[in-house]
Nanobody, 123 residues
Framework: QVQLIESGGGLVQRGGSLRLSCAAS????????AGWFRQAPGSEREFIAS????????YYADFVKGRFSIFRDNRENTVYLQLNSLEPSDSATYYC????????????????WGQGIQVTVSS
């Protein structure tokens, strides 16, 4: 079973930036599609972005509006989410996920999940 551990969250002021990291255990990370989700209190889990196994393709939810960027470094078994121009509405628990069976980056068939990390944006 793959373990995913997020880091890099915390408190940031409105308009600020944050980079989330997700470190994967094992040596099969290159075989996994990776994605990021978030969940705010009282809201459903929300897809943010996904990236192909080799990192050559990405897919973003519409609400991202160019503010977020997903990328990965398979040599380090790590996927990142760069958060820019943050707004208070971005405050949520952010989750890293991975899948060995996804055939479409728009899908949500993820098998492995991180524990989640808090991002809080102050106004």
């Amino acid at each position: 079973q793959v373990q995913l551990i997020e880091s890099g969250g915390g408190l940031v002021q409105r308009g600020g930036s944050l980079r989330l990291s997700c470190a994967a255990s094992g040596r099969t990370f290159r075989d996994l599609v990776a994605g990021w989700f978030r969940q705010a209190p009282g809201s459903e889990r929300e897809f943010i972005a996904s990236i192909s196994r080799g990192g050559g393709s990405t897919y973003y939810a519409d609400f991202v509006k160019g503010r977020f960027s997903i990328f990965r470094d398979n040599r380090e078994n790590t996927v990142y989410l760069q958060l820019n121009s943050l707004e208070p509405s971005d405050s949520a628990t952010y989750y890293c996920a991975a899948s060995g069976r996804l055939r479409n980056l728009a899908g949500e068939e993820y098998d492995y999940w991180g524990q989640g990390i808090q991002v809080t944006v102050s106004s």
